[in-house]
């Protein structure tokens, strides 16, 4: 298949040894003529759209064209417009793939969203690719791997003029997944915040931050949480970004195959 890009931008919250960059720079290689991979130096999850006000970053090369930057998803993505891509910039950025859903009220705080939302505030097309999983040591990656290139193509293909997405893979086989869903942000379970409190070595406080979550059971069609329960590629348009379903509509994946 063709590529469908002269140069795409990626980068993740994970950091740059991930494995779910390796996956995402296998499938950007598959649909751009130069991949630039620009992500941060450690895990930066939860750090959502912020960038580094306080501290310099420091750039170190891992490879042609790909970079650790000691900072946040965000700080990666001005960064790299910024020192090397401002001339001829990509044409799409797409951040991830992280492990990990990224739905409902962990949207605000996620760096892999964060970094296409920096994007599109530089006008530049972005996606943000999560695989849902039930248990971190054993992910199965073969949903996203199978269906981010296809799902891609197809948005490009039916958004010409750009926009941004949030694109979540349901937790389970690939062979079990039959649809993909165009979905809303579900509002989500935290209901208050938490404090576990700790002493170090000498004797000072410190806290960890968590949460305490309600119960409700989300069952309305067009949230994501629900694409994923059952076990539905779920696609979320941002900043008025469009999809080629209406919220809550999907297609079999066949369909999706073959117009790809």
């Not at 290689?29 to 306080?54: F, K, M, N, R």
């Not at 990224?102 to 994007?119: E, K, Q």
């Not at 000498?202 to 994501?224: M, V």
Request: charged share 20%; hydrophobic share 45%.
């Amino acid at each position: 298949m063709t590529a469908l890009f002269r140069r795409v931008l990626v980068t993740n919250d994970d950091g740059i040894a991930a494995p779910g960059l390796a996956r995402l720079e296998r499938i950007a290689a598959a649909l751009a003529e130069e991949v630039w991979v620009v992500a941060p130096e450690h895990d930066q999850s939860g750090t959502g759209q912020s960038i580094s006000l306080h501290a310099p970053l420091r750039v170190f090369e891992h490879g042609v064209r790909r970079y650790a930057v000691s900072g946040t998803p965000s700080d990666c993505v001005m960064f790299a417009m910024a020192q090397w891509l401002e001339a001829s910039p990509p044409d799409l950025v797409l951040s991830g793939i992280n492990a990990g859903a990224n739905i409902g009220d962990s949207v605000p705080y996620s760096g892999t969203v964060g970094a296409v939302m920096s994007a599109a505030l530089l006008g530049l097309p972005a996606i943000a690719l999560s695989q849902a999983f039930t248990d971190r040591a054993r992910i199965d990656w073969s949903p996203v791997e199978t269906y981010a290139e296809p799902i891609i193509r197809r948005l490009w293909a039916h958004s010409p003029e750009g926009g941004c997405w949030n694109v979540n893979f349901p937790a389970c086989g690939v062979d079990e997944i039959s649809h993909v869903r165009a979905v809303r942000t579900a509002e989500g379970s935290i209901r208050r915040a938490r404090l576990v409190a700790g002493e170090d070595a000498r004797g000072l406080p410190y806290w960890w931050l968590g949460f305490e979550r309600a119960s409700a059971h989300i069952t309305a069609p067009d949230a994501d949480i629900t694409a994923l329960r059952e076990k539905r590629i779920a696609i979320t348009p941002m900043r008025d970004a469009r999809c080629w379903l209406e919220p809550g509509q999907e297609t079999d994946l066949a369909t999706l195959l073959a117009a790809d």
